[in-house]
């Protein structure tokens, strides 16, 4: 049996994540009880949202006060939040806290004070009006400046940083990840409510950041769908209930053993990411692969040099019987072939580890595409 490293690769905060289901924040709702109560079937938790200045305490105040939403209210954010994050500390949950400010020094006075055991979720996330006026929530994603500001102040304190943010509110996705990359966030937690698997795939094709999607995932199928474009984790919030996070872990860790790329995107062909190049063929004839290397400035002939240097001296290299000499320009494990599948049993290698190795060959491509940090003349 594999370990969860082995399985699905997943790091945060220098912790193993031992499984892609994560627990999203709610105001009032998600606190470390919440999560201890879940805690076998999660390998990352986001408590809160918690306010952490005066300017998002009294919002907080304002909507609770409507009695519509429950909030975390509090007089010392910083004991509240070290008493929430102290119960969580033998877990093996990865701890993330959600928090709501609304200025860079609120951000960074409360990693000063809690250290980086956790990871700081910006919540750009809130549409409550009275969060927004004071300068929180989706104010940020309409003001991104601001949002970089406030990475940056989280960064300069060595902390690992997430950005919660909900797809479409932005001006432009595009520009706002690469904007947000620029400045130094390592994970983007996404909804999708209003937007879907297309804003995912653009999302995933900008950035080379951990991505978790969000959008009431409550089946494998939806999660599998949000894995193959892009997502490196999937959270849940109001359906996060034990029996649906025990259903998720379950599926996703049987598919990851049986299949070997737990999250293997769709073919470029078929509507998949720019990890698909792993399983696209030699630029010959005119398919959605020529389009995308030229829209990442990737030549035809370094394209080819890329992934031909890639898998040298690894079992990919071979494949004689295939259309194009090598198991490098061979397609999904999962799409028919009888060349492809000829070669590998010829050579004794699973499926399931031939999957592996594209992941692996997929990693290469994709540092290729994303070797630069981008320039942040926008910040």
């Given at each position: 049996?594999?370990?969860?490293?082995?399985?699905?690769?997943?790091?945060?905060?220098?912790?193993?994540?031992?499984?892609?289901?994560?627990?999203?924040?709610?105001?009032?709702?998600?606190?470390?009880?919440?999560?201890?109560?879940?805690?076998?079937?999660?390998?990352?938790?986001?408590?809160?949202?918690?306010?952490?200045?005066?300017?998002?305490?009294?919002?907080?105040?304002?909507?609770?006060?409507?009695?519509?939403?429950?909030?975390?209210?509090?007089?010392?954010?910083?004991?509240?939040?070290?008493?929430?994050?102290?119960?969580?500390?033998?877990c093996d949950v990865v701890t993330g806290i959600n928090l709501r400010g609304?200025?860079?020094?609120?951000?960074?006075?409360?990693?000063?004070?809690?250290?980086?055991?956790?990871?700081?979720?910006?919540?750009?996330?809130?549409?409550?009006?009275?969060?927004?006026?004071?300068?929180a929530g989706e104010y940020y994603l309409k003001n991104p400046g601001a949002?970089?500001?406030?990475i940056k102040a989280l960064k300069a304190k060595e902390v690992t940083v997430?950005?919660?943010?909900?797809?479409?509110?932005?001006?432009?996705?595009?520009?706002?990840?690469?904007?947000?990359?620029?400045?130094?966030?390592?994970?983007?937690?996404?909804?999708?409510?209003?937007?879907?698997?297309?804003?995912?795939?653009?999302?995933?094709?900008?950035?080379?950041?951990?991505?978790?999607?969000?959008?009431?995932?409550?089946?494998?199928?939806?999660?599998?769908?949000?894995?193959?474009?892009?997502?490196?984790?999937?959270?849940?919030?109001?359906?996060?209930?034990?029996?649906?996070?025990?259903?998720?872990?379950?599926?996703?860790?049987?598919?990851?053993?049986?299949?070997?790329?737990?999250?293997?995107?769709?073919?470029?062909?078929?509507?998949?990411?720019?990890?698909?190049?792993?399983?696209?063929?030699?630029?010959?004839?005119?398919?959605?692969?020529?389009?995308?290397?030229?829209?990442?400035?990737?030549?035809?002939?370094?394209?080819?040099?890329?992934?031909?240097?890639?898998?040298?001296?690894?079992?990919?290299?071979?494949?004689?019987?295939?259309?194009?000499?090598?198991?490098?320009?061979?397609?999904?494990?999962?799409?028919?072939?009888?060349?492809?599948?000829?070669?590998?049993?010829?050579?004794?290698?699973?499926?399931?580890?031939?999957?592996?190795?594209?992941?692996?060959?997929?990693?290469?491509?994709?540092?290729?595409?994303?070797?630069?940090?981008?320039?942040?003349?926008?910040?």
């Amino acid at each position: 049996m594999m370990d969860a490293f082995e399985r699905f690769g997943l790091i945060i905060n220098d912790h193993v994540v031992r499984t892609p289901v994560a627990i999203a924040s709610m105001a009032g709702i998600v606190d470390a009880r919440y999560v201890l109560d879940r805690k076998a079937h999660a390998g990352v938790a986001f408590m809160g949202g918690f306010a952490i200045d005066a300017p998002t305490l009294d919002a907080a105040q304002a909507i609770a006060a409507g009695g519509e939403r429950k909030e975390f209210l509090y007089d010392n954010p910083v004991a509240a939040l070290r008493a929430e994050i102290d119960q969580l500390k033998t877990c093996d949950v990865v701890t993330g806290i959600n928090l709501r400010g609304s200025s860079p020094t609120s951000f960074a006075a409360i990693a000063d004070s809690l250290g980086d055991d956790v990871v700081y979720e910006i919540d750009a996330h809130c549409r409550q009006a009275p969060m927004v006026a004071a300068g929180a929530g989706e104010y940020y994603l309409k003001n991104p400046g601001a949002l970089v500001a406030v990475i940056k102040a989280l960064k300069a304190k060595e902390v690992t940083v997430s950005v919660k943010m909900r797809a479409g509110v932005a001006a432009n996705d595009r520009a706002l990840v690469r904007m947000l990359w620029g400045a130094g966030a390592d994970i983007l937690h996404v909804d999708l409510m209003d937007t879907g698997i297309a804003k995912l795939r653009q999302i995933r094709n900008s950035c080379p950041l951990l991505i978790i999607a969000n959008n009431s995932i409550t089946t494998f199928d939806k999660m599998r769908d949000m894995l193959s474009h892009g997502a490196d984790i999937v959270s849940l919030a109001r359906q996060s209930d034990e029996h649906t996070l025990a259903g998720l872990d379950a599926a996703i860790t049987r598919y990851a053993d049986e299949e070997g790329w737990y999250n293997s995107p769709k073919q470029l062909c078929r509507g998949g990411d720019l990890r698909a190049l792993a399983f696209c063929c030699m630029p010959v004839k005119e398919c959605p692969l020529i389009p995308a290397l030229s829209r990442i400035g990737l030549s035809k002939e370094e394209y080819v040099r890329l992934k031909l240097g890639a898998v040298k001296g690894t079992p990919l290299e071979g494949g004689p019987h295939t259309c194009f000499g090598s198991l490098a320009w061979c397609c999904k494990a999962s799409s028919p072939c009888m060349f492809r599948d000829m070669t590998l049993a010829q050579a004794g290698i699973p499926k399931k580890e031939y999957m592996r190795r594209k992941h692996e060959l997929s990693d290469i491509v994709m540092s290729r595409v994303f070797h630069d940090v981008p320039p942040d003349e926008c910040c």
